[in-house]
T-cell receptor, first 113, second 112 residues
């Protein structure tokens, strides 16, 4: 059974700092990994999707890496801003199906002005 | 184009009652997946519907059921509500049965 763990559970940083969020998964037989952002009481916004054949994906100030062999992914946020404050979730497909995602519990990020 | 829309946004029910939640997919999307997110946890897969058929189901009791309509919208039904059913229910849609998901803003269900 696939399990996804995210560390740390919460993170508070001053504005402008670079930061790294971590995600690990137990079954390395995945074909992609996705990072989502969730604002309080809201749905999920997809940030980056990394295919298993890729090692990283970039979108603006966000960079996600994937190391299948070690079962790890990182989300790097450069020059953090207060608007980045949210919960960040990583998810992997289970059973080879994109629609059946297994999520971590998320990292609650607070960026202080 | 409108995103995934869910209704209602909030709902309060009493233990033992039944509830119906609704989801309208992005235009052109044919699959609908439902997830339950309990406070402080990541979302958990309930089931997926594609072309009006259930294609996969998570570890949820038979009190949870759904259906998909010819216009690809979907309803999630939960019978005999328990306090533990209090959660954010997320609908996610995809172009086909295995494409990446786009999530709605969810329905917050509170069972008292």
């Amino acid at each position: 059974k696939q399990e996804v763990t995210q560390i740390p559970a919460a993170l508070s940083v001053p504005e402008g700092e670079n930061l790294v969020l971590n995600c690990s998964f137990t079954d390395s037989a995945i074909y992609n990994l996705q990072w989502f952002r969730q604002d309080p009481g809201k749905g999920l916004t997809s940030l980056l999707l990394i295919q298993s054949s890729q090692r990283e994906q970039t979108s603006g100030r966000l960079n996600a890496s994937l190391d299948k062999s070690s079962g790890r992914s990182t989300l790097y946020i450069a020059a953090s801003q207060p608007g980045d404050s949210a919960t960040y979730l990583c998810a992997v497909p289970s059973g080879g199906s994109n629609y059946k995602l297994t999520f971590g519990k998320g990292t609650l990020l607070t960026v202080n002005p | 184009d409108a995103g995934v829309t869910q209704s209602p946004t909030h709902l309060i029910k009493t233990r033992g009652q039944q509830v119906t939640l609704r989801c309208s997919p992005i235009s052109g999307h044919k699959s609908v997946s439902w997830y339950q997110q309990v406070l402080g946890q990541g979302p958990q897969f309930i089931f997926q519907y594609y072309e009006k058929e259930e294609r996969g189901r998570g570890n949820f009791p038979d009190r949870f059921s759904a259906r998909q309509f010819p216009n690809y919208s979907s309803e999630l039904n939960v019978n005999a509500l328990l306090l533990g059913d209090s959660a954010l229910y997320l609908c996610a849609t995809g172009e086909n049965g295995d494409s990446p998901l786009h999530f709605g803003n969810g329905t917050r269900l509170t069972v008292t």
